[in-house]
């Protein structure tokens, strides 16, 4: 079965730091991949995916993940992050014909002081 | 955009009793929705997948008599815990998928079994 790791359980960070958020999954096959962000008292929003084509992945409010496969890695980055980026970041893939499952990493507990 | 809605947010209920927790797609039809649980700190876990008019798939070691799960319209997909008791207490989410891969989660309903 496939799993995901990610290794930073709690970041904090200054506004105009960049950011690297590490995600490793373990899986043989193709993968698709996402990384999802939960604003406090939010629901789970995707920031970005990868399924195929540019490894480097551009999503919304800025980040980019980039896909090795020779890692089996997808860490997640942004230039330069704000007060508001504060959130809970989860890593997750899932399988090609494994029926959209997604499975989830532990999440990385990012705090953005000002 | 799509929007996933939970109902109830939080519930308080004592050992023993039954509670429905409802999955609802308000702007777009689903044929499939995910049932998460979310413990502490601790990552997503898949409980099973919810096919509009069919029986769900249960992931390996979810109890299917006690996590009833109803997925009675493309938009409507209701997870019963039966004889709830405080080991089930926990944050339950769900996801609709559709069309595509992408999932949209709800907000998640926090059960507290006392």
């Known amino acids: 079965a496939q799993s995901v790791s990610q290794h930073n359980h709690h970041v904090i960070l200054s506004e105009a730091a960049s950011l690297e958020l590490g995600c490793n999954y373990s899986y043989g096959g193709t993968v698709n991949l996402f990384w999802y962000v939960q604003y406090p008292g939010q629901h789970l929003q995707l920031l970005l995916k990868?399924?195929?084509?540019?490894?480097l992945v551009k999503g919304i409010k800025g980040f980019e993940a980039e896909f090795i496969k020779s890692k089996f890695s997808f860490n997640l980055r942004k230039p330069s992050v704000q007060w508001s980026d504060t959130a809970e970041y989860f890593c997750a893939v899932t399988i090609t014909g494994g029926g959209n499952k997604l499975t989830f990493g532990t999440g990385t507990q990012l705090k953005v002081e000002l | 955009g799509a929007v996933v809605s939970q109902h109830p947010s939080w519930v308080i209920c004592k050992s023993g009793t039954s509670v429905k927790i409802e999955c609802r797609s308000l702007d777009f039809q689903a044929t499939t929705m995910f049932w998460y649980r979310q413990f502490p700190k601790q990552s997503l876990m898949l409980m099973a997948t919810s096919n509009e008019g069919s029986k769900a798939t249960y992931e390996q070691g979810v109890e299917k008599d006690k996590f009833l799960i109803n997925h009675a319209s493309l938009t409507l997909s209701t997870l019963t815990v039966t004889s709830a008791h405080p080991e089930d207490s926990s944050f339950y989410i769900c996801?609709?998928?559709?069309?595509?891969?992408?999932?949209?989660f709800g907000p998640g309903t926090r059960l507290t079994v006392l």
């Open positions: 990868y399924f195929s084509g540019d490894p």
């Open positions: 996801s609709a998928r559709r069309r595509g891969n992408e999932q949209f």
